[in-house]
């Protein structure tokens, strides 16, 4: 029998520009009476990182460009957060009243290349950015509670985006530490003997959402989760999720 266990720790700081988050995630995990050991998971949400690391935007300070008010005007949104979305994104993919899918500038297929209001807390006119460099933030905390507890764990940096074709978002990894985002099963044989021969499993994916279903959306104020018991491989690099837009067929 293998098992998976999740603990969400009650009590995480309210997190601002400068928060040394090793010092808080040891010290609410400590209040709450657990203990890491090697090969544990932390996944930390992206909010969190990105208000410790400064990665925010008062859009009182923005002045909109052209683009950016032919933007706003498409998708019937402030010409202010129009600007910093074009600010973070690669290219504009879809856009529709409402809603605008952008390729941000790391990458990733997101709703408004992952500007967003939610859960700042430093004032109406703040939006969040993600993280500068995710995979060096997850690398760096990591870096920090090894050094400090003497433990070395896997780090995940999670944040919810949407799916084509299905309802609902759900938790995916945007920044990896400590361990191989995927795992082939490539050239192993199933239960009947058939050689597998295309089967990938998105493991820091699988163990992002996880962790969303604790984290929650709103106002749980619960950004960290310890999971222990995840079957992975040491390594590390979110970059290794992303398909290479010559091989994805629906972009």
């Keep these: 029998m293998h098992a998976l266990t999740a603990w969400v720790p009650a009590g995480f700081p309210d997190v601002r520009p400068g928060t040394d988050l090793a ?14 050991e090697p090969g544990d998971v932390l996944v930390l949400a992206q909010k969190v990182v990105s208000k410790a690391e400064g990665a925010v935007v008062n859009l009182a300070e923005v002045a909109p460009g052209p683009h ?12 202010r957060l129009c600007q910093v979305i074009l600010d973070e994104s690669r290219r504009i993919l879809r856009v529709r009243p409402g809603l605008i899918i952008a390729e941000h500038r ?4 997101c709703a408004t290349a992952g500007v967003d209001f939610s859960n700042v807390g430093l004032g109406s006119d703040w939006v969040s950015l993600l993280p500068r460099d995710p995979d060096r933030s997850a690398a760096g ?28 978002a759900v938790g995916v990894a945007i920044g990896v530490a ?8 490539i050239g192993q044989e199933d239960l009947y003997g058939y050689i597998l021969h295309s089967s990938i499993e998105g493991v820091a994916d699988e163990l992002a959402a996880a962790a969303s279903l604790l ?36 972009r």
């Design 215 to 250: 984290q929650g959306q709103a106002a749980e104020g619960t950004p960290l989760v310890l999971i222990r018991g995840a079957r992975f491989t040491p390594g590390g690099g979110r970059t290794k999720l992303l398909r290479e837009p010559e091989r994805d067929m629906f």
């Design 178 to 185: 400590g361990l191989e985002p995927i795992y082939s099963y």
């Design 23 to 36: 010092a808080a995630i040891l010290e609410v995990l400590s209040r709450n009476d657990l203990t890491l």
């Design 68 to 79: 950016a008010q032919q933007l706003a005007k498409e998708a019937q949104k402030d010409a």
């Design 141 to 168: 905390v990591r870096r920090a509670i090894e050094q400090r507890a003497g433990v070395a764990v896997a780090v995940i940096i999670n944040d919810t985006h949407g799916r084509p074709w299905r309802e609902g």
């Design 106 to 109: 790391l990458g990733f297929i």
